[in-house]
């Protein structure tokens, strides 16, 4: 039962089309949030509001491309004609890519940048300004790639870390603002990417690569969005008031448990 934690708070979600983005916008608008979903997949987007609104929540989507700094600010302005300037930014926004640094190519390390480390300085730049003065809370998406290695993950790594300390220097450069900028590092999550990777590269074994990915978390599973979502609410809301500056691992154990 939504308890209106975020009643009436302007709150804006990129990638809030699929995975982890949607679970977060249907979880703020249950509880009460005017969210706006950002994300370069109309379709998606869409059927998040719809979703949204035949649940009794409010929503509305903004098709933007993160990367491009002039279309994000023109978004976040629609944003604020539509539902007053933003009290909630969730910088969610974000793609993949698997390599080592010999087969990463140039190409693949400017789009890794692009959107997943360019993309939320456009919207923390955008964001904040609406924030001065009134106060609010940014969560930023990394990864347990911010803190720990794994294997052919050089350019995600690189760009998740970028997030980490973006992070931390919001949260310090802010907080006389009242403003609130936190991240959370999920583990493997299971999202309809994880469904795509699988298909693409382990085709009739799907089953197995899953099961097999799902053990590298030491509590025996993958995360799902919603339990992602459940700490973005938290970290959001005024029962985290006191929270600023702080990286999350929601991971199954992966960073600190070794079983």
Avoid at 38 to 57: F, K, W
Avoid at 68 to 89: H, K, M, N, S
Avoid at 148 to 153: C, H, M, S, T
Wanted: net charge negative; aromatic share 8%.
């Amino acid at each position: 039962m939504a308890e209106d934690r975020l009643k009436d708070r302007v709150a804006v979600v990129t990638g809030g089309g699929s995975g982890i983005g949607r679970a977060i916008a249907l979880r703020f608008a249950g509880e009460g949030a005017l969210v706006a979903v950002l994300d370069v997949q109309a379709e998606n987007g869409e059927a998040v509001v719809r979703e949204v609104e035949e649940s009794g929540g409010t929503a509305a989507f903004f098709r933007c491309d993160v990367s491009r700094q002039a279309e994000v600010f023109q978004v976040f302005d629609a944003v604020r004609e539509r539902f007053g300037p933003v009290d909630v930014l969730v910088n969610n926004a974000g793609v993949a890519h698997i390599g080592t640094v010999e087969t990463t190519s140039e190409d693949d390390m400017d789009r890794l940048y692009a959107i997943n480390v360019k993309g939320v300085y456009n919207c923390l730049k955008a964001g904040v300004p609406m924030m001065k003065g009134r106060g609010g809370a940014i969560l930023n998406l990394a990864s347990i790639l911010s803190s720990v290695g794994v294997p052919d993950r050089f350019a995600y790594s690189m760009s998740k870390g970028a997030v980490l300390t973006m992070t931390y220097s919001v949260a310090c450069d802010y907080v006389h603002e009242k403003i609130r900028c936190n991240c959370i590092a999920p583990g493997r999550v299971h999202t309809p990417f994880v469904d795509g990777f699988l298909a693409r590269s382990y085709p009739g074994r799907e089953a197995e690569m899953f099961e097999k990915l799902a053990k590298t978390q030491p509590i025996g599973r993958m995360g799902t969005p919603e339990e992602m979502a459940s700490l973005a609410l938290f970290l959001c809301s005024d029962e985290a008031a006191f929270i600023t500056g702080s990286n999350f691992p929601i991971d199954g154990g992966f960073v600190t448990l070794k079983v």
